[in-house]
């Protein structure tokens, strides 16, 4: 298997914010944060943090405009699963040669999580078990593609980048599939398009649902919740009363 050097989201930020020439100016820029977790200090959940094992290894396609914002949920899978996660940077025209090494490894059965289009070959989450397991890929290493960004920049991603045509796309039902029944996501940070979209952190758990990894899938799911509460009091300056 590809041997990856470790791209955590700390050092890229740093590298990002190094190359710009205006100082960045993200909601409650003015806030003393805390560098690790990026909430205000006040509020800092990095005690909250607890390493889940995993699986199947998950790669992180993030958006530039995403390693600068507070409120990305990412960075939150490479948190609680630091042994499983690997971060790339997005870029249209000039990709990085380790991610597409990563993505050409021929020891790994990636899956983009992303609903596909109906000319593109589809995991349902529902057998996606069964069928790789019938295919002479079962031995190698499941790897999960996660599209970091907005809905939008997601889509432009997702159709922009040739280098991703040929992986099959994973559904998750019902996490990312319209359904009236369903209640809107969790993400309090951000406003969703539709109410089933789900933000990066929440899709990341559900597909780790669906393939039986329970442990991994219900700890990104926690720290999630943990992240959001914390990071709503902080906006309205106010204490939460119960750690979990």
Same mark, same amino acid.
């Given at each position: +298997? $590809? ?36 909430? @205000? ?9 607890? *390493? ?9 396609? +993030? ?31 000039? =990709?990085? =040669? ?14 983009? !999580?992303? =609903? @596909? ?10 057998? !996606? ?27 432009? +991603? ?8 040929? *992986? ?5 039902? %019902?996490?990312?599939?319209?359904? %009236? ?37 219900? @700890? ?5 919740? !943990? ?12 204490? !939460? @009363?119960?750690? $979990?």
């Amino acid at each position: +298997m $590809t041997h990856l050097p470790t791209y955590t989201f700390a050092k890229l930020r740093q590298q990002q914010l190094d190359k710009i020439t205006k100082p960045f100016r993200a909601r409650g820029h003015k806030l003393k944060r805390c560098q690790q977790c990026l909430l @205000a200090a006040s509020h800092c959940i990095c005690d909250q943090i607890k *390493i889940s094992p995993c699986t199947i290894d998950i790669m992180i396609l +993030m958006h530039p405009k995403e390693l600068l914002k507070p409120t990305n949920s990412g960075r939150l899978i490479a948190d609680i699963l630091p042994h499983s996660s690997h971060i790339f940077l997005w870029s249209r025209t000039e =990709p990085e =040669p380790a991610l597409l090494n990563f993505i050409k490894d021929k020891s790994r059965q990636c899956l983009l !999580v992303f =609903p @596909a289009d109906s000319d593109r070959e589809i995991y349902r989450s529902i057998n !996606v078990d069964t069928r790789l397991n019938k295919q002479p890929s079962s031995n190698k290493k499941l790897t999960l593609i996660m599209l970091d960004g907005t809905w939008k920049q997601a889509r432009k +991603m997702y159709n922009k980048s040739c280098w991703l045509e040929h *992986i099959p796309c994973l559904s998750i039902e %019902p996490p990312l599939a319209p359904n %009236p029944m369903q209640k809107p996501n969790n993400y309090g940070l951000r406003q969703a398009s539709a109410p089933h979209l789900s933000s990066t952190c929440e899709a990341a758990a559900a597909a780790l649902d669906s393939l039986g990894e329970i442990e991994a899938s219900q @700890a990104l799911n926690q720290y999630f919740q !943990v992240f959001n509460r914390y990071y709503l009091a902080s906006r309205a300056n106010t204490l !939460v @009363a119960c750690r $979990t």
